[in-house]
């Protein structure tokens, strides 16, 4: 089984602040990572995923994440915020050969003028 | 339809009631998910659908909670005498995944579920 953990429930930055949102996972086999974007009054989207290969991943909106197996982390970031940044972001993990997949709790990142 | 629909798009209902939640995935998507959202939390996993394979019903709660599916269509997600625990927003995905693990998923716009 796999299990997510993002570690702020909770953040807070001032507009072209950069911003790190932490997720760390934990699995006793190979997984794919995922990290996906709740808008204000908007359904989930995929905001980026990590596959296989390089282990920096760029999504959607200027987000990267770096994949990093030893320390079994997937942090999202962001060099410069926009006020349209503000949303709950979600971490989450699948196994490679088996398609449920596990959310963590959520970081409501919003971004202050 | 251009997306995964779920319906209703809210529903109150009394304690001990039973209510009956709906989705329609994607057309030709052949896994479909069932997340709970309460207030303030992540996304719980309820149950998933792989095609034709047995469903995984590890994160249903209580079996007070049951789901179907016909084909790589419609699914239904039942609650028997509903607990005011219960209320949520109850969220469906459905993904082109065929058992790989790498196809996003796509999300409905969910259920809000009340219970007086």
């Known amino acids: 089984a796999q299990s997510v953990t993002q570690l702020d429930s909770q953040v807070p930055v001032f507009e072209e602040a950069p911003v790190e949102l932490r997720c760390n996972y934990s699995s006793s086999v190979s997984v794919y990572l995922f990290w996906y974007v709740q808008y204000p009054n908007q359904g989930l989207q995929l905001l980026l995923k990590?596959?296989?290969?390089?282990?920096l991943v760029k999504g959607i909106n200027g987000f990267e994440a770096e994949f990093n197996k030893s320390q079994t982390s997937f942090h999202l970031r962001k060099p410069s915020v926009h006020i349209s940044d503000t949303a709950e972001y979600f971490c989450?993990?699948?196994?490679?050969?088996?398609?449920?997949?596990?959310f963590g709790q959520g970081t409501i990142l919003t971004v202050h003028p | 339809g251009a997306g995964v629909s779920q319906s209703p798009s809210n529903k109150v209902t009394e304690k001990g009631k039973d209510v009956e939640l709906r989705c329609d995935p994607i057309?030709?998507?052949?896994?479909l998910y069932w997340y709970r959202q309460r207030l303030g939390q992540g996304l719980e996993f309820l149950i998933y659908?792989?095609?034709?394979?047995?469903?995984?019903k590890s994160g249903l709660p209580s079996d007070r909670f049951s789901a179907e599916r016909t084909g790589e269509s419609v699914s239904t997600l039942t609650i028997q005498r509903t607990q005011q625990e219960d209320s949520a927003v109850y969220l469906c995905?459905?993904?082109?995944?065929?058992?790989?693990?790498?196809?996003?998923?796509?999300f409905g716009s969910g259920t809000q579920l009340s219970v007086l």
């Open positions: 659908f792989q095609g034709n394979s047995a469903p995984d």
């Open positions: 057309s030709g998507h052949t896994a």
């Open positions: 990590y596959l296989s290969g390089s282990t």
């Open positions: 995905a459905s993904s082109p995944d065929r058992g790989r693990g790498s196809e996003k998923l796509f």
């Open positions: 989450a993990v699948r196994s490679t050969s088996y398609g449920k997949l596990t």
